[in-house]
């Protein structure tokens, strides 16, 4: 297969590795390279500038399927703009955008993430304390191009896989804002709702495991925890994991960080898989006399985050003790609202996991296909009838 030089067959190349623009605190969002992560864009860390400096700061707007790249700090994550909508880019970030009928966008973004590709940035960054490309080293790397008609169709079929994990996760995204809204309403349609301990309701770190000399573990750490979700985590070997792999969560437990509360690394876990392990930095709360649904809900609260701000000890590293989780207060309303509540957000929350479940599948084919394509070993036509059976 023949290759493509970046600087040969780019339109435009936007470098603000160094830069930041005045920001405000609302306006058009500008991206960090720290949203840049698993091949999309988080726009929960945000920040903003005046369309003003925009129209300076981006005079060459992004349009729809340029991509993304980080400079360093970590080099090559990539992401493609998903619309036409204003967009600008701060410090460690290039955007990439093919010239028309030599490059297609989209197969950029998937190009960009293959192995062979993924080397060549990193051998042709520098740097001691921090490894970057910049941009005359950029623009030497190059792309498998197995042709403009055959890119657009390695991009078609890559795309199909992605596409279905973006309706997979709008439906989570909608369901869990359907949900805490459902909530908010069961605690605001009682003057005074009652209140209980976490104790009162669940355990507390009930579960453990220790160390093995054989057999496999998928680890949660802190890092893999979001706001409301965790990263699903590859299969390792006990010998590789870290010492402070112990903590078991029974499908329904909440987790919540022990640290930083400010951050809000919380989630509800799901899945029922003998080998997941989550590490004693996160706090695991399993309901006992209420349901999984109400107790996530319940401590995803606004007060409970609070409340877990004003307890955590520490200065520069701020942690909760897991007996001041155990005394947390929670909103308790009485048994029949709590149940009607639980049997219908419990159904939601189960449905949207299912579509979780299937993205980690889609996105798994995704990586197995997107090698063999680039590579030639897998022709277009095998590659399409696959999707199609996943899609």
């Known amino acids: 297969m023949s290759e493509l030089v970046l600087g040969d067959s780019l339109e435009l190349l936007i470098d603000n590795r160094g830069k930041n623009p005045p920001f405000t605190d609302s306006g058009i969002p500008v991206l960090s390279a720290k ?8 726009f929960k ?8 400096t925009y129209t300076r700061w981006m005079p060459n707007p992004l349009q729809k ?3 993304i790249l980080t400079s360093e700090a970590p080099l090559g994550e990539c992401a493609l703009v998903a619309d036409n909508e204003p967009l600008a880019i701060a410090q460690r970030l290039y955007a990439l955008r093919g010239k028309s009928d030599v490059l297609d966008g989209r197969y950029l973004y998937y190009a960009l993430k293959f192995e062979t590709v993924q080397a060549d940035l990193h051998n042709r960054a520098s740097g001691t304390t921090v490894s970057g490309i910049r941009q005359p080293e950029l623009l030497k790397v190059r792309i498998p191009d197995p042709g403009y008609p055959q890119q657009k169709a390695i991009a078609s079929a890559l795309g199909a896989l992605d596409n279905k994990i973006a309706v997979n996760e709008h439906i989570a995204t909608t369901t869990d804002r359907l949900v805490s809204a459902m909530f908010s309403a069961l605690i605001a349609s009682r003057s005074a709702p009652g209140e209980v301990k976490i104790s009162d309701v669940a355990l507390v770190n009930s579960r453990s495991v220790k160390p093995k000399r054989e057999g496999a573990v998928r680890y949660i750490d802190i890092s893999s925890v979001g706001v409301g979700f965790y ?15 112990r903590r078991l969560a029974p499908a329904g437990s909440t987790v919540w960080s022990t640290v930083r509360p400010n951050r809000r690394s919380h989630a509800l876990v799901l899945d029922a898989d003998e080998d997941l392990v989550f590490s004693t930095g996160l706090a695991v709360l399993t309901p006992v006399s209420v349901g999984p649904a109400f107790l996530y809900e319940a401590t995803r609260a606004p007060e409970f985050q609070a409340y877990l701000e004003g307890t955590a000890e520490g ?3 701020p942690a909760v003790r897991a007996d001041l989780f155990k005394e947390a207060p929670l909103p308790f309303p009485a048994p029949e609202e709590r149940e009607k509540f639980e049997e219908a957000a419990m159904g939601l929350r189960q449905r949207a996991h299912q579509a979780v479940v299937e993205s980690r599948t889609l996105a798994a084919l995704r990586d197995t296909l997107l090698p063999q394509l680039m590579s030639g070993r897998l022709r277009v036509k095998d590659a399409e009838r696959i999707v199609e059976d996943h899609v």
């Open 35 to 42: 949203a840049i992560k698993n091949g999309g864009i988080s």
């Open 45 to 52: 860390e945000a920040r903003f500038i005046s369309r003003d």
């Open 65 to 67: 399927y340029d991509v």
């Open 231 to 245: 990263e699903w985590p590859d299969r390792i070997e006990w010998s590789d994991a870290p010492g402070r792999a």
């Open 315 to 317: 200065s520069a590293y």
